[in-house]
Structures are given as structure tokens and as C-alpha cells.
């Protein structure tokens, strides 16, 4: 049977996809390999959110330059946010590369795979519902919408990905029925700005619709979603996570800034007020929520007071985590064009140091809370040895069992803590 390897990095929507690319390699008969050096077929799946995961797609391309120079049938497949508009010139720059496709643009590997007599099956959510081969996870992540019409003016991914695109509500329901009766327990729906979704559909259903068809589903025993957006997060989605009982209490909602000016120039499109006010209404209907955020440090301009201000609002805010990046200019978008790239890298790595240092303690003393307290985790996976899931509030999970629990819902008593992940043992 001929081999596959995936490389992927960045956000859950590449994973997500990278998901969708091994069904429809499943389908044509492909079997997972486990390095580049085992596989057939190679599929870069590619972040350049920022210059250093642009850097690491290189590195990786002229790895397998040199792999197709020794082994000249190996095929090698790119996808992702590398992938522009200028495929001709990405083309003539690495002409080791077989295919250039656009992030979830499969009609073009289909078609690609049936010019090379690879006979990649068109429809997936037929095949997954009937000659799947592949066990699916126990938790899957599915996209719902692709795109982004927001142009924040650091984000290269508008430009990437293009406008925002939703899968019909039929779809994603009949996916996630289809994974579910074959093991899948849990769902993760994943788009830039889930918060959008729907609004190109004919019946414009919103993402709270959509939770409420999938939460009637049977063999589902929970769903999470992400990535939201501060300004489109309504009080119809925030009662409808508050009343499904399968909808799990955590959400990643992106600040960016503590800083009104950084916001502004950053075109997120509301307040610092504006945030507080929401999760203040969120933790009132919601208290047990958990709250992820990312943040961005040494933005252009931004003074020693402007980033105080992001540092005081992780300090106030107490996130479960936070995700900090230090700005990296991206070619094409707003602030590369308006802005000069004015933070020393020092000062940035010194900035981003103060927030994870700050966010450390106050996510291990979050953690520490639940010491001694029982935890339901649903088992994603084993990993040295030691089994792991996660809480319905996001909370990672470790325990050492001797029995099979994959895609089980267990109880476990919390015994260690950490700011990162706990641990504990099986309660029968
Ligand atoms: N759509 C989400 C949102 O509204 O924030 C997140 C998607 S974005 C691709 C993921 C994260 O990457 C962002 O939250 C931001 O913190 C970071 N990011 C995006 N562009 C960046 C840049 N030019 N420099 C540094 N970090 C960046
Ligand atoms: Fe990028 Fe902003 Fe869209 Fe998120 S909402 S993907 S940060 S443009």
C-alpha cells in the first residue's frame, strides 16, 4: 500500500484540515507513514502567520528537495496559508512541489489525484459514512467556516484564505452523526471567527443553531467550538452554551490588546470596556466558564503604558491561558503597509516574558483549586505511558490505568497540579 505523512503547523483549522486530507488519501487507499522518509506522498499543511512559522516551511521545503533528489517518485503536496494567489511563481520557485492547493480547496487534489491515477473519492461525507478505513479520533475537529472578512491589520489570514465560506448546517450535522456512530465523542467546530457563521447561508443560521442541531445528536457526548471574536460573541450563542448540555463551558476569545489606541490600529473593532463588559455578562450566566485569550506584544507604537495595559488586563482578567506573540510584520497586510516595525525583537521578548511570567502563577494558582476535587475527562489518547483528556472546561488531564479508556467519558480525582496540566487517578 503506497504512504502518506502530514506535516502540519499552526491554528486548529489547518489540524482540522489536515484531518479532511488523510480521509480523502484514506480513500484512494493510502496508509499513514509515520516520518518523510517512509511516505510516498508528502502533504505540507503551512502556517505564515508569522515570519517564524513562514521560516519553518522553508526549512521543511528544502528538506525535501533534497529527499525528492534521492527518491524522484516521492509527490509532494502543499497547502495552507503559504499558499497565495501567485501559484505560477510559488511553482517556478519550488519545482519539487507537485501541487500548490488552497486551504480546503480538495476538488483540486481530487482532480490532481485522478490526472495521476490516484483515484481520490469526490464526495467524503459519502465515503466517511460508508467505506471509511480509518478509526476516527474520539475527538475531531470540524471546520464550519472558511475565510475571514475581518482584516485586522496585522492578520495575513484574509488574504490566504480568502472571504468567509460556511458549510451548510446538513452537512456538518450528517459529518458529525457519521463520526459519532464511529466513535467520535466529542466535536470541536472551528473556523476563524466561528462567531460568522452562517451569515452567507440562505437561512442565515448562526452558530448558536447549529449547536443546538448538533447537540440532539445521540451517540455526541460533548462540543466545544473556537476560535470567537470579542465583537460578534451574542447573548443568543451565550444562552445557548449556558442551556445545551453537551456544550462545554470554555471559549477562546481573543484580546489582543488591554490598550483602546492598540486596538484601534489593530482593527479589532471594540473596547477594552467593551471585552470586560462581555465576559463580565459570560461568567454571570456562565461561572464556571473557562476563558482562553492571545495577545500580541510590540505591535507598532505600542509604548511601555500601552503594553502596562495589556499586562494589567491579564492581571484582572484571570485567563485559564493566555497565547502571547510577539508582532511579526506579514507582507500585504494593513499595518506592514502603514506602520513601521518599531519594537526592538528584545523589548518584545522581554514583553512577552512579563505576560507568560504573570499568567504562570495565575494559572497554576487557577489549577491549584482543584486539587483533591473529582474531574470528568474524556480520553483523547495514551502518551508515555500515561493516558490524557481534557475536563469540559479545557483542562488537561494525565492518569495511569492499566485498562483500555480510549474515548471514554472517566472520573478522575486530581491529585497534582500544575499551571499547565493535572494529574490524578481513575475512579471506578
Ligand atoms: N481569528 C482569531 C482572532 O480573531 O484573533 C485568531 C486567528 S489568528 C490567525 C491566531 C493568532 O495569531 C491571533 O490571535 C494573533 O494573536 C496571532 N497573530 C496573527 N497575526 C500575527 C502577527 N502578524 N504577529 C503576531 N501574531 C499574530
Ligand atoms: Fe486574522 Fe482578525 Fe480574521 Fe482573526 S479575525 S483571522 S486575527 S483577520
Not at 47 to 75: I, M, W, Y
Not at 109 to 127: F, K, M, N, P, T
Not at 234 to 258: D, N, R, T, Y
Request: charged residues 25%; aromatic residues 8%.
Amino acid at each position: 500500500m503506497p504512504r502518506y505523512f502530514i506535516w502540519t503547523i499552526g491554528c486548529q483549522m489547518n489540524k482540522a484540515e489536515s484531518r479532511q486530507i488523510a480521509a480523502y488519501l484514506d480513500s484512494a487507499g493510502y496508509q499513514a507513514a509515520t516520518s518523510f522518509g517512509n511516505a510516498d506522498l508528502v502533504v505540507l499543511n503551512t502556517c505564515v502567520v508569522r515570519q517564524s512559522a513562514e521560516n519553518k516551511v522553508f526549512g521543511t521545503l528544502s528538506l525535501l528537495k533534497g529527499l525528492k533528489d534521492e527518491h524522484p517518485n516521492l509527490r509532494i503536496l502543499v497547502t495552507g496559508c503559504f499558499v497565495n494567489s501567485h501559484t505560477q511563481d510559488l511553482q517556478r520557485r519550488f519545482p519539487h512541489i507537485d501541487l500548490l492547493f488552497k486551504p480546503g480547496h480538495y476538488p483540486e487534489l481530487v482532480a490532481w489525484g485522478h490526472e495521476q491515477g490516484i483515484s481520490i473519492e469526490q464526495d467524503l461525507l459519502r465515503y466517511q459514512a460508508s467505506d471509511a478505513r480509518m478509526a476516527p479520533s474520539p475527538c475531531a475537529l470540524i471546520p464550519i467556516i472558511q475565510g475571514c472578512d475581518n482584516f485586522c491589520s496585522y492578520c495575513i489570514v484574509p488574504y490566504r484564505r480568502g472571504r468567509e465560506v460556511s458549510r451548510p448546517v446538513e452537512k456538518i450535522v450528517c459529518e458529525v452523526r457519521e463520526l459519532s456512530k464511529r466513535g467520535t465523542r466529542e466535536v470541536t467546530l472551528v473556523g476563524q471567527n466561528v462567531d460568522s457563521y452562517g451569515h452567507d447561508l440562505p437561512e442565515h443560521p448562526d452558530l448558536a443553531d447549529l449547536l443546538s442541531a448538533l447537540d440532539s445528536i445521540d451517540d455526541l457526548a460533548r462540543i466545544r467550538f473556537l476560535t470567537n471574536h470579542p465583537k460578534d460573541v451574542s447573548l443568543k450563542l451565550i444562552e445557548a452554551i449556558a442551556s445545551l448540555k453537551k456544550v462545554c463551558e470554555h471559549l477562546e476569545l481573543p484580546v489582543q490588546s488591554g490598550d483602546d489606541d492598540m486596538l484601534k490600529a489593530m482593527r479589532r473593532g471594540y473596547s477594552v470596556e467593551r471585552y470586560r463588559e462581555l465576559v463580565r455578562t459570560i461568567r454571570c450566566k456562565i461561572p464556571q466558564m473557562s476563558l482562553s485569550t492571545d495577545i500580541i506584544v510590540g505591535f507598532p507604537g505600542e509604548t511601555e503604558e500601552q503594553f502596562e495595559r495589556s499586562l494589567s488586563l491579564v492581571r484582572e482578567m484571570r485567563f485559564d491561558v493566555v497565547h502571547v506573540a510577539a508582532y511579526s510584520p506579514r507582507p500585504g497586510t494593513i499595518a506592514w503597509r502603514e506602520c513601521q516595525d518599531n519594537i526592538p525583537a528584545e523589548l518584545k521578548k522581554e514583553r512577552l516574558n512579563k505576560i507568560e511570567e504573570l499568567q504562570t502563577g495565575i494559572a497554576s494558582e487557577i489549577d491549584s483549586q482543584l486539587q483533591g476535587k473529582e474531574a470528568e475527562v474524556l480520553v483523547e489518547d495514551k502518551k508515555g505511558g500515561k493516558w490524557f483528556g481534557r475536563t469540559r472546561n479545557n483542562k488537561l488531564v494525565f492518569f495511569e490505568d492499566a485498562g483500555d479508556w480510549l474515548g471514554q467519558l472517566v472520573r478522575i480525582q486530581i491529585e497534582k497540579t500544575s499551571p499547565w496540566s493535572l494529574g490524578g487517578e481513575i475512579k471506578e
